[in-house]
Nanobody, 124 residues
Framework: QVQLVESGGGLVQPGGSLRLSCAAS????????IGWFRQAPGKEREGVSY????????DYADSVKGRFTISRDHAKNTVYLQMNSLKPEDTAVYYC?????????????????WGQGTQVTVSS
């Protein structure tokens, strides 16, 4: 059974850090591109970051460039999203998604497999 499971969310103060994990079971993440998305209440799902298969291409939304870092641990079959200098506007449910490499990585319909999401709340 193909499954993605996110973890690492929580409540953090502005300026703080969190590291989200996206662990896969039932398939090997190495062969897939992974996108991180987020969705705040009343807003559309937004692409945050992307890592292609083979880690050839890495990309970020402008709103998180310089603050977030995506990485892959091949041995653990896990992709991470390190989030630093968090802001209240980063508050959302964060999802990871997997599919084959895509030029349009920020479009949710490009992905076939999704995790259940993990809540990130940035508040003092």
């Amino acid at each position: 059974q193909v499954q993605l499971v996110e973890s690492g969310g929580g409540l953090v103060q502005p300026g703080g850090s969190l590291r989200l994990s996206c662990a896969a079971s039932g398939f090997t993440l190495d062969y897939y591109a992974i996108g991180w998305f987020r969705q705040a209440p009343g807003k559309e799902r937004e692409g945050v970051s992307y890592i292609s298969s083979g880690d050839v291409r890495i990309d970020y939304a402008d709103s998180v460039k310089g603050r977030f870092t995506i990485s892959r641990d091949h041995a653990k079959n896990t992709v991470y999203l390190q989030m630093n200098s968090l802001k209240p506007e980063d508050t959302a449910v964060y999802y990871c998604a997997a599919n084959f490499d895509s030029h349009y990585w920020w479009i949710p319909d490009e992905y076939n497999y999704w995790g259940q999401g993990t809540q990130v709340t940035v508040s003092s």
